[in-house]
């Protein structure tokens, strides 16, 4: 079945640190992949995408994603965290008639 | 661009109760997602619709729960009868496709409760 998953449930660091929020894929085909983020008592914001080409995606609030199709990785990065990237992060992907989600990972930028 | 539109934010409801959430997503878009969420189950998709026809409702949890897309613009989600462990917040979100390399964009979510 295609899926993603997200590994961690929760990832925490510090403020001016990097940040990883990991995903691993299992797609057939090319993979479109996704991440999005929550905040609280918000639905949830597209942050960026992978379809094709680059392997490193940029997104919004200076955040990337490095695609891995070695590894079958989409991991969420970005070069210093801030307190306000605390937030729940999902990872997704879409394959030939269907869409799925993965867990979902709470990220706890600490001051 | 006023993005997809939720009604209503809240509702609190007694068991047994009819409840219908509404949602209008965004202009262009020709697919329609329902999710709910919970803190113990997490996001769960429950229905979308291509082009106003239902494509896949295998995650509606029973029959109590049904919702339709009469037109490109509007969809609706009924709970008969509500029950407590419906109570979440459910999520509708539109895109330019169903599959391949469309983002969603999710409304504000209603916040059931019922009691």
């Known amino acids: 079945a295609q899926s993603v998953a997200q590994p961690e449930d929760q990832v925490n660091v510090a403020e001016g640190n990097p940040l990883t929020v990991k995903c691993t894929y299992s797609?057939?085909?090319?993979?479109?992949l996704f991440w999005y983020v929550q905040y609280p008592n918000r639905g949830l914001q597209f942050l960026l995408k992978?379809?094709?080409?680059?392997?490193l995606v940029k997104g919004s609030y200076g955040f990337e994603a490095e695609f891995n199709k070695s590894q079958t990785s989409f991991h969420l990065k970005k070069p210093s965290a801030l307190v306000s990237d605390s937030a729940l992060y999902f990872c997704?992907?879409?394959?030939?008639?269907?869409?799925?989600f993965g867990t979902g990972t709470r990220l706890t930028v600490i001051p | 661009d006023a993005g997809v539109i939720q009604s209503p934010r809240h509702e609190v409801t007694e068991m047994g109760q009819e409840v219908t959430l509404r949602c209008k997503p965004i202009?262009?878009?020709?697919?329609l997602f329902w999710y709910r969420q919970t803190m113990m189950r997490g996001l769960e998709l429950l229905i979308y619709?291509?082009?106003?026809?239902?494509?896949?409702d295998s995650g509606m949890p029973e029959d109590r729960f049904s919702a339709k897309m009469p037109n490109a613009s509007f969809s609706t989600l009924k709970i008969q009868p509500s029950e407590p462990r419906d109570s979440a917040v459910y999520f509708c979100?539109?895109?330019?496709?169903?599959?391949?390399?469309?983002?969603?964009?999710f409304g504000p979510g209603t916040r059931l409760t019922v009691t």
């Open positions: 979100a539109s895109s330019l496709g169903s599959s391949g390399p469309y983002e969603q964009y």
């Open positions: 797609v057939s085909g090319n993979p479109y």
């Open positions: 992978y379809i094709t080409g680059d392997n």
């Open positions: 997704a992907g879409t394959g030939a008639n269907n869409l799925f």
């Open positions: 202009s262009g878009h020709n697919s």
């Open positions: 619709f291509n082009n106003n026809v239902p494509i896949d």
